[in-house]
């Protein structure tokens, strides 16, 4: 069973950067797709950023340009240039080969002045 805790989150003005964190319990970001994942009050889920197994990201057009996924010891995402759509709660999720999602408890971003 994977288990993924974020950390990171927070209160920032507009303009403002935060860099959220996401550790696993085990060595799996060499092997699973990394995600993270947001969700504002009374929208879907939508996903941010992605990176594969190799190392290549991929973004939401929403982000593109202000946010980085990376990772190391664990995965990252650097958020710069925050807006109040920004706002929500963002999740970590690892997927493995078969498929199977593993979710984080999730971290609240809030970007108000």
């Known amino acids: 069973q994977v288990q993924l805790v974020e950390s990171g989150g927070g209160e920032v003005q507009p303009g403002g950067s935060l860099r959220l964190a996401c550790s696993a319990s085990?060595?799996?970001?060499?092997?699973?797709?990394m995600s993270w994942y947001r969700q504002a009050p009374g929208n879907e889920r939508e996903k941010v950023a992605t990176?594969?197994?190799?190392g290549s990201a991929s973004y939401a057009d929403s982000v593109k340009g202000r946010f980085t996924i990376s990772k190391g010891n664990a995965v990252f995402l650097q958020m710069n240039d925050l807006k109040p759509e920004d706002t929500a709660v963002y999740y970590c999720?690892?997927?493995?080969?078969?498929?199977?999602?593993?979710w984080g408890q999730g971290t609240q971003v809030t970007v108000t002045s």
């Open positions: 999720n690892a997927k493995n080969v078969a498929g199977v999602p593993y």
């Open positions: 085990g060595s799996i970001f060499n092997f699973y797709d």
């Open positions: 990176i594969a197994p190799g």
